[in-house]
Nanobody
């Protein structure tokens, strides 16, 4: 059974930082690209960052230069380091991967507010 479990969300002031983690089980993690999505209230889910199995990364324009995606294949975990957070970064953040199926975690809430 494939499981993705996010953690690390919370309330942070504008300009602050958070580090999200996504622990993955049930797949050969090192062979999979991993994605971070987010969904704000009333908005569509959007791709935030991606890291492929060769550690190449891509970012949405809205977070480029502020967020860093990384992975540790030794512990089957993908990370999203979020810096210089803005109120518009407030959303539920999900990790995701896929083969012939699409797999999602349960999400972790990030709230940026003073």
């Amino acid at each position: 059974q494939v499981q993705l479990v996010e953690s690390g969300g919370g309330l942070v002031q504008p300009g602050g930082s958070l580090r999200l983690s996504c622990k993955v089980s049930g797949i050969a993690f090192r062979d999979y690209a991993m994605n971070w999505y987010r969904q704000a209230p009333g908005q569509e889910r959007e791709l935030v960052a991606r890291i492929n199995r060769l550690f190449s990364t891509t970012y949405a324009d809205s977070v480029n230069g502020r967020f860093i995606v990384s992975r540790d294949n030794g512990i089957d975990t993908v990370f999203l380091e979020m810096n210089s957070l803005k109120p518009e970064d407030t959303a539920v953040y999900y990790c995701n991967t896929q083969d012939f199926q699409i797999y999602w975690g349960q999400g972790t809430q990030v709230t940026v507010s003073s």
